[in-house]
């Protein structure tokens, strides 16, 4: 049988991974409820539908990319009143590949709704931002069966450069946060570290050079330096429009905080990192990208 995928979510970065799945030679037909988004990735031959019945029809393969945990439960398990899920219109034997960031529990509760009704689900939240999901190149954690993951892995391939098998359903999503609250950590870090130079005389680019070569090297530094005319094609030279959202970030970090107090574990920094980008948010800046957060500092110079 021929696969076909039914994409749903195309924001910053399911856009540019539905397209990528057209592009490696995929039956496709992906959905959005912002007609700007639908516009967008029909402008590069990808079918467009606006609704999630239309999407799934003669699906076999439904690939998800939305912005929280209420999200993905609503899409696939309903309301139980007016809106019956998503699951219930599956046909048996569909594939379901969840990219969202969302927390464990969500990812479990509906990994386990969809296996009672004969479909298989894997977790695969991806790190490598919108310039990761351009260019194909994303990494995917990725928690379910193993014969379900290797299953999928000719789609993700088409997406990524990097698949890691984390363990079970869920495993995929407690990877993901450990991750970001690690980028939230280090974006924090840069952006002081570099305020901290620029404010005592150095030149931003000259300072990120030394450190990117020096113990304090880190991912921010190389790929995604938060100061203003360091680094071309980021969001900090763009007004930090685009990229990963502050209140996405925000997002996760509170998942990490679930995550923390589910296990007993200790995280003094992620803790303040939330913290930050909870001020950062209400300071008016939740929709710039999460490198932004070095306003606060330049604010307190």
Same mark, same amino acid.
Not at 21 to 41: C, E, I, N, P, Y
Not at 97 to 120: E, F, H, M, N
Not at 185 to 200: F, K, P, T, Y
């Given at each position: #049988? ?10 910053? #970065?399911?856009? &540019?991974?539905?397209?990528?799945? +057209? ?23 990808? &079918? ?14 439904? %690939?998800?990319?939305? !912005?929280?945990?209420? +999200? ?31 927390? &464990? ?22 790190s490598g931002g ?14 379910? @069966? $193993?014969?379900?993951?290797? $299953?999928? *892995?000719?789609?993700? *391939?088409?997406?990524?450069?990097? %698949?890691? +098998? ?19 950590? +280090? #974006?924090?870090?840069?952006?002081? $570290? ?8 150095? @030149? ?5 050079? %030394? ?15 938060? #100061? !203003? ?5 980021? &969001? ?10 502050? @209140? ?11 995550a923390a107090l589910?296990?007993?574990? !200790? ?25 932004s957060i070095i ?7």
């Amino acid at each position: #049988m021929t696969n076909h995928i039914a994409f749903i979510g195309l924001g910053n #970065m399911g856009g &540019p991974m539905a397209v990528n799945l +057209h592009k490696a030679g995929f039956s496709v037909t992906a959905m959005d409820l912002s007609q700007a988004a639908r516009d967008k990735v029909a402008a590069e031959g990808v &079918p467009v539908v606006a609704t999630t019945l239309d999407v799934i029809r003669g699906a076999n393969v439904v %690939i998800s990319m939305l !912005p929280a945990s209420r +999200h993905v439960e609503s899409l696939y398990l309903g309301d139980g009143v007016t809106n019956p899920g998503l699951l219930a219109s599956l046909v048996g034997g569909t594939r379901i590949i969840d990219c969202s960031t969302i927390a &464990p529990a969500s990812a479990r509760k509906v990994a386990s709704a969809a296996q009672a009704l004969g479909l298989s689900m894997i977790d695969a939240p991806v790190s490598g931002g919108t310039a990761g999901a351009t260019a194909g190149t994303l990494t995917f954690m990725v928690g379910g @069966d $193993a014969e379900c993951v290797a $299953a999928s *892995q000719p789609y993700l *391939q088409a997406m990524g450069s990097n %698949i890691f +098998h984390a363990g079970a359903n869920g495993a995929g999503q407690v990877a993901k946060v450990c991750n970001n609250m690690l980028l939230a950590i +280090h #974006m924090i870090g840069s952006a002081e $570290a570099l305020n901290l130079g620029v404010n005592n005389g150095l @030149d931003a680019k000259v300072l990120a050079d %030394i450190m990117k070569q020096s113990s304090g090297g880190n991912w921010t530094l190389e790929k995604y330096n938060p #100061m !203003p005319g360091v680094m071309e094609a980021v &969001p900090a030279s763009r007004g930090y429009s685009g990229g990963f959202g502050t @209140d996405l970030m925000l997002k996760d970090l509170g998942l990490a905080e679930e995550a923390a107090l589910a296990s007993g574990s !200790p995280i003094p920094l992620g803790g303040l990192a939330r913290n930050l980008y909870a001020a950062h948010s209400a300071g008016g800046s939740g929709g710039l990208d999460f490198s932004s957060i070095i306003k606060i500092l330049q604010r307190s110079s």
